[in-house]
């Protein structure tokens, strides 16, 4: 947190070293479909604020762009590590959809 933070001098991040492994235990839903048109401005401002550093509303995205142009503009220079994540997220629907027709 910044000097000003209220939690500044309570809270600490923590930076691991190269090559370090870490698995985020997320609590609650799973991250929404990228195939869901009724929701996909909340898929485009989940994965944004997963993935991109930010502080202010404005570093993700700026007045003028659709959610989906802030994705799509970040994803164009996101790393395999971030490609791989959204990959990721969609391919647990792509697997429940499967089951789900299975059974």
């Given amino acids: 947190y910044l000097s000003d933070h209220p ?4 809270h600490w ?12 235990n ?9 195939d869901d048109e009724d929701i996909h401005d909340y ?8 993935l991109k550093p930010w502080r202010q509303l404005a570093q993700l995205k700026t007045e003028q762009q659709t959610w989906e142009e802030a994705f799509l503009a970040f994803i164009a220079t996101a790393s ?6 959204v990959a990721g997220a969609q391919y647990y629907y792509e697997c429940k959809t499967a089951a789900e027709r299975r059974s």
């Fill in 7 to 10: 939690k500044h001098s309570t």
């Fill in 80 to 85: 395999v590590w971030e490609r791989d994540i």
């Fill in 13 to 24: 991040r923590v930076t691991r070293s190269a090559g370090h492994n870490t698995l985020p």
């Fill in 26 to 34: 997320i609590v609650g839903p799973w991250f929404p479909r990228s």
């Fill in 43 to 50: 898929y485009c401002a989940s994965m944004l604020s997963l």
